[in-house]
């Protein structure tokens, strides 16, 4: 069963525009949460995780368990944020990536 | 510090052989995990090791085994391979672990793939 699921392959939003990346888990356990982005021609490197309830390059990300959700967010996207975002699950031996999601940020 | 490197960069093999993929962790990091991505997909994880130990292991074959040395530098082999196993393979390094405990994790360039 698919333990990460990033229902938008492609996303384009304008600069300055509000940015939500979708994230949806499946587990039973207490999850662990990460957001990894990998830019172009980068490695893949973490975002954010929600133990540490940062906000990193103005991106915050809440945990629902209700909704089994932790969808990424930013109020203001900028140009560089454009890049492909992988939300990611760890149940305390395994690790799951979601497939990602590509964001563009017109400009 | 230096970074997580891993080698070859790209490689090819045909199916039925097998491959050795290496990686050098980030200096400190006592953990390291390897994941296959083929195109157009997450990545997948295959296994973590800490301190020389497997710790944990992703829906994979027997026929991909790794090995993490003394130096926290880590190996992965694929045996018999298959066309499917055509991906780009990562590691990541994270400074400390153990059961239960993910610290963040630094990832590799990667090795590319191709079975012939």
């Known amino acids: 069963a698919q333990r990460v699921t990033q229902p938008e392959k492609l996303l384009s939003v304008f600069k300055g525009a509000p940015v939500e990346l979708k994230c949806n888990y499946s587990y039973s356990g207490s999850p662990e949460l990460f957001w990894y982005v990998q830019y172009s021609r980068q490695r893949l490197q973490l975002l954010l995780r929600?133990?540490s309830r940062e906000s990193i390059k103005g991106f915050t990300a809440d945990l629902n368990k209700g909704e089994t959700s932790f969808h990424l967010k930013k109020p203001f996207a900028q140009e560089e944020d454009s890049a492909m975002y992988y939300c990611?699950?760890?149940?305390?031996?395994?690790?799951?990536f979601g497939t990602g999601t590509s964001l563009t940020v017109i400009p | 510090e230096t970074g997580v490197t891993q080698s070859p960069t790209h490689l090819i093999k045909t199916r039925g052989q097998q491959v050795t993929l290496r990686c050098s962790s980030q200096s400190g990091h006592n953990t390291v995990s390897w994941y296959q991505q083929a195109l157009g997909q997450g990545p997948q994880f295959i296994f973590q090791y800490y301190r020389e130990e497997e710790n944990g292991r992703g829906n994979f074959p027997p026929r991909f085994s790794g090995l993490q040395f003394p130096n926290y530098s880590s190996e992965l082999n694929v045996n018999a391979l298959e066309l499917d196993d055509s991906a780009l393979y990562l590691c990541a390094s994270s400074p400390s672990g153990g059961l239960g405990i993910q610290e963040t994790q630094y990832f590799g360039p990667g090795t590319r793939l191709l079975v012939l």
């Open positions: 990611a699950l760890y149940t305390g031996n395994q690790f799951y």
């Open positions: 929600h133990i």
